[in-house]
Nanobody, 118 residues
Framework: VQLVESGGGLVQAGGSLRLSCAAS????????MGWYRQAPGKQRERVAT???????YYADAIKGRFTISRDNAKNTVYLQMNSLKPEDTAVYYC?????????????WGQGTQVTVSS
């Protein structure tokens, strides 16, 4: 599975960005896709995930501001980020979880930088 991200950049506080992640390869057994982020000096943290049937998870820090969505026909997951704050600054990584019982794998994109200026 290959994941290609796009959409990061520099934005002022209060602004919006939309991240996209397109999956290719062995996508038939991908069940969940999502976004993680890692700020300098911090551990990677889960931001939002969405399963193949549309169930979502959001971290408390971004609830009400970020929306994750998925286009199964395009094998693409999106993260709409509104009301951005400086503390949202991080490298954002797309993830895909693939299961072929009894094994499972997590794949990562290359990361895209999001910088929010105050």
């Amino acid at each position: 599975v290959q994941l290609v991200e796009s959409g990061g950049g520099l934005v002022q506080a209060g602004g919006s960005l939309r991240l996209s992640c397109a999956a290719s390869g062995a996508i038939f057994s991908i069940n969940a896709m999502g976004w993680y982020r890692q700020a300098p000096g911090k551990q990677r943290e889960r931001v939002a995930t969405i399963t193949s049937n549309g169930n979502t998870y959001y971290a408390d820090a971004i609830k009400g501001r970020f929306t994750i969505s998925r286009d199964n026909a395009k094998n693409t997951v999106y993260l709409q980020m509104n009301s951005l704050k400086p503390e949202d600054t991080a490298v954002y990584y797309c993830s895909a979880d693939r299961t072929v019982l009894p094994d499972s794998w997590r794949y990562w994109g290359q990361g895209t930088q999001v910088t929010v200026s105050s």
